[in-house]
């Protein structure tokens, strides 16, 4: 069997597997952080067997160098950023070029890459025409999933992912492009006339005026409302090996292009139990309505045969508090201060959710915290986003991590397609026999 390229974590010790009558030694590989990984390419080959992991809970499947997260702890670095750092004190496009480079930009830098990213905010006007092949009454992301599918009908000179200067160019096109196709696909969907970038304004500043914006009335974009958005694509801008990013990587692997992988990464947040988790935490608010209600919903939530969860709280990584989930819950008593919100129905009732589940045995032995999508539901509401358009901001921000990720995948030497194996657990070979005799 070949085994790929060596990996770039160092391997410190092995250890010893014994199966079918023969061991092996596995290699025990250690990276910058986090926990030791033995290396099972040569099970296959050596003792004839592979591993069986499902959900990838105990699977590394690759090295990268983008982001680290300790679960146990509540860490997030990004290129050994902290979180809180960077949604403090730096911008989105600053992450983004993290996240593409390696390091944050010095001011040269920084105005070479804004001003490229200006360069590619606008979409093929074809492009426009093709919303209009939509129900209005579509789903964003649907939306979305299409149209960024269709980049790659339009773009051909970026598409050669062996030419490093067409992976830059697709990664630029789609970081700057996917707040044009979001907030197109609000107006789209809302039957409103769409309203094309300005280049004077910052990334934040640009999406909310194409959001809201009309040729009837002047709009002027709120630097707390502008500054809260930044903040919201920072913290969602990259998260490890999810299930969406997961996804890009493997259809990246195919050699399919940029535009393909980062549509069948929309695909995969879509599901409530990733991207799609800060539109049902609203619905869940919605549905359990008052405080005098939780009680009942967290019993029901409880009883494992109603099927319901608690949306916005759980994580397969974070047994403790997600850092951005803290971040998210400041963020949203300042927008909801700027917004003169005094009182918000909603988020009195987050908040009380969240103090009953923390405090609930059920919720503490199974180390079920907020996450990201808790709190960011109550902020994009109270922007005027609407509930439908949640999964697609998340889908803005985490483009840039999507690209990151696949940019270093393909750039990976001796990279190979993603090939999970399976264990099969149907019929035995048999023999077929001719309808008239089949019982
Ligand atoms: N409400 C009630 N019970 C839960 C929840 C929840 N939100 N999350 C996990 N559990 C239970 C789960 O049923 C299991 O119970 P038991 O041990 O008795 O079988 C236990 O907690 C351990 O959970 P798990 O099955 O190991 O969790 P997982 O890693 O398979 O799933 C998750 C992680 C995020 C899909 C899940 O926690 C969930 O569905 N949460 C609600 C949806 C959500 O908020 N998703 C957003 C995640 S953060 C943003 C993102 O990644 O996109």
Redesign the pocket.
């Known amino acids: 069997m070949s085994v790929t390229a060596p990996s770039n974590a160092t391997s410190t010790a092995t250890i010893t597997l014994d199966a079918t009558g023969q061991s092996t030694k596995l290699p025990l590989l250690t990276g910058t952080l986090g926990p030791a990984v033995a290396d099972i390419r040569k099970l296959p080959a050596e003792l004839g067997i592979f591993t069986y992991d499902p959900?990838y809970?105990g699977t590394a499947a690759c090295d990268s160098k983008i982001t680290y997260i300790d679960g146990d702890e509540g860490v997030l670095l990004h290129r050994g950023y902290p979180i809180d750092q960077l949604a403090e004190r730096a911008t989105f496009p600053e992450v983004a070029y993290l996240l593409l480079n390696g390091e944050l930009p010095n001011q040269a830098e920084h105005a070479a890459f804004t001003t490229e990213l200006n360069n590619h905010t606008m979409l093929h006007e074809q492009l426009r025409h093709f919303y209009n092949g939509f129900n209005r009454n579509a789903h964003p992301m649907a939306v979305i999933c299409g149209v960024v599918g269709a980049l790659s009908a339009f773009y051909h000179d970026s598409l050669d992912i062996n030419d490093r200067g067409h992976r830059e160019l697709s990664a630029m096109r789609l970081i700057a492009k996917m707040p044009t196709i979001a907030a197109w696909t609000y107006k789209y969907t809302h039957g409103f006339p769409f309203t094309y970038p300005r280049n004077d304004l910052n990334y934040a500043e640009n999406f909310l005026h194409m959001m809201f914006a009309m040729p009837s009335a002047p709009y002027q974009v709120s630097p707390v409302l502008s500054r809260a958005m930044d903040r919201i694509l920072i913290l969602h801008a990259d998260?490890e090996q999810?299930a969406s990013t997961s996804t890009v990587r493997l259809a990246g692997s195919t050699g399919a292009n940029p535009f393909a992988c980062i549509a069948a990464g929309i695909a995969s947040?879509w599901g409530?139990?990733?991207?799609g988790?800060n539109e049902?935490?609203l619905k869940m608010l919605g549905t359990i309505g008052s405080k005098d209600h939780i009680a009942d919903f967290i019993a029901k939530?409880k009883d494992?045969s109603s099927g319901v969860?608690?949306?916005?709280?759980?994580?397969?990584v974070y047994k403790n508090f997600?850092p951005r989930a803290k971040i998210m819950q400041a963020t949203c008593h300042e927008v909801l201060g700027e917004l003169g919100i005094k009182h918000d129905p909603l988020l009195e009732l987050a908040v009380e959710l969240e103090r009953i589940a923390i405090e609930d045995e059920y919720f503490v032995s199974?180390k079920?915290y907020p996450?990201?999508?808790f709190y960011s539901g109550i902020i994009l509401k109270a922007m005027g986003i609407p509930t439908s358009m949640f999964t697609v901001l998340f889908a803005v921000a985490r483009t840039a991590g999507w690209i990151s990720q696949w940019k270093e995948m393909i750039e990976e030497p001796g990279q190979r397609i993603g090939r999970p194996r399976q264990i099969y657990t149907g019929a035995g070979p048999r023999d077929l026999v001719s309808m008239a005799e089949r019982a």
């Open positions: 959900a809970g998260h999810n947040l409530p139990a990733h991207g988790a049902a935490v939530v494992r969860k608690l949306m916005g709280f759980g994580h397969r997600d199974r079920l996450n990201v999508d």
